[in-house]
């Protein structure tokens, strides 16, 4: 458990300690060792939040990332990665750093929001198609014009050919 605890990751603490992953497994979901199923949860939460604690550093601290040109190394920089300080901000503080605050997981057919927000897309939908509608009667009306044009001539051409057979 110490050493599932210290990482996080069953497979790290099995080689550890020297045990099979299957033989922890068994052990953990062995009847009597609730005990064992328990503290192994702990553990793992435990070692979850030493890799939060890892990418929260990463995020604020940053890394450093070589500049290379033409296989010569010309310095370092700095790489501050924004967007895994967002993610964690938004998990760790969701009601602060959510948009709005809302919670868009709960978001589902039914719910308020979810259903006044499919309201406004479908209002806003119908208004964007009843504008577009004339443009695209008249694309429709003047390709079928052309059409009609195009197999007059077609016609005219065909008659003038049987015509000129006679």
């Given at each position: 458990?110490?050493?599932?605890?210290?990482?996080?990751?069953?497979?790290?603490a099995a080689r550890e300690i020297g045990a099979s992953l299957e033989a922890l497994y068994a052990l953990r979901h062995r009847k009597g060792a609730e005990g064992f199923s328990a503290a192994w949860e702990e553990a793992i939460d435990r070692g979850i939040s030493r890799l939060e604690d890892c990418a929260l550093e990463r995020a604020?601290?940053?890394?450093?990332?070589?500049?290379v040109s033409h296989g010569k190394l010309l310095g370092h920089w700095q790489h501050y990665d924004t967007q895994?300080?967002?993610f964690l901000l938004r998990q760790r503080r969701p009601?602060?750093?959510?948009?709005?605050?809302?919670?868009f997981a709960n978001l589902k057919p039914g719910h308020p929001v979810y259903e006044r927000l499919k309201r406004e897309w479908q209002i806003e939908t119908e208004k964007i198609a009843a504008a577009k509608r004339?443009?695209?009667?008249?694309?429709?009306?003047?390709?079928?014009?052309?059409?009609?044009r195009h197999r007059l001539a077609e016609l005219i051409k065909e008659k003038e050919l049987e015509e000129g057979e006679e």
């Open positions: 458990i110490a050493a599932l605890a210290a990482t996080g990751i069953v497979t790290q604020i601290v940053g890394e450093e990332r070589p500049v895994l300080l967002t009601k602060r750093w959510n948009a709005g605050g809302a919670h004339p443009a695209i009667q008249a694309s429709v009306h003047a390709k079928v014009e052309a059409m009609a």
